[in-house]
């Protein structure tokens, strides 16, 4: 069976009431520090550094190297290319005739279908608008 104990319940409710306390002095706290005027603190001016000029570094003058000639390249002997036939002319083809006065062949007629009823559907029945209700309560 389980015991009520005094220590296991005030644990908790120490907990809880601390935290609330260290909560609300945290927004209090917060409070003061947007209500107070932070006095204006004056920058200190700072002296312009200036880099001494730098010397102008001088190179030697270095010879540019001088490229060879390629020697020329010798010309190629012309390749004959073969000559190609040209496109022979195609036979012209007849246009085909149509005959005048074919029967287009007409489709078989569809058997009668009789005409079926209309099925009924069984009717819904419609709630009471007041509903019962049991109540939980011995009389």
């Given at each position: 069976?389980?015991?009520?104990?005094?220590?296991?319940?005030?644990?908790p409710?120490?907990?809880?009431?601390?935290?609330?306390?260290?909560?609300?002095?945290?927004?209090?706290?917060?409070?003061h520090?947007?209500?107070?005027?932070?006095?204006?603190?004056p920058?200190?001016?700072?002296?312009?550094f200036?880099l001494?000029?730098l010397?102008?570094?001088e190179?030697?003058?270095?010879?540019k190297?001088?490229?060879?000639?390629?020697?020329?390249?010798?010309?190629?002997?012309?390749i004959?290319?073969?000559?190609?036939?040209?496109?022979?002319?195609?036979?012209?083809?007849?246009?085909?005739?149509v005959?005048?006065?074919?029967?287009?062949?007409?489709?078989?007629?569809?058997?009668h279908?009789p005409?079926?009823p209309?099925?009924?559907?069984?009717a819904?029945?419609?709630?009471p608008?007041?509903?019962?209700t049991?109540?939980?309560?011995?009389?």
């Open positions: 069976m389980a015991s009520f104990s005094l220590p296991s319940v005030m644990i409710l120490l907990l809880i009431t601390l935290s609330s306390m260290s909560y609300n002095i945290d927004l209090v706290d917060a409070r520090l947007l209500e107070a005027a932070v006095p204006e603190i920058k200190p001016g700072l002296p312009k200036e001494p000029p010397p102008k570094l190179l030697p003058q270095i010879p190297p001088e490229l060879p000639e390629l020697p020329k390249k010798p010309k190629a002997p012309e004959l290319k073969p000559e190609l036939p040209k496109n022979p002319e195609l036979p012209e083809i007849p246009k085909l005739e005959p005048k006065g074919l029967e287009v062949p007409e489709l078989p007629s569809f058997p279908l005409e079926l209309k099925p009924t559907f069984p819904i029945p419609s709630l608008k007041e509903i019962p049991h109540s939980t309560s011995n009389p």
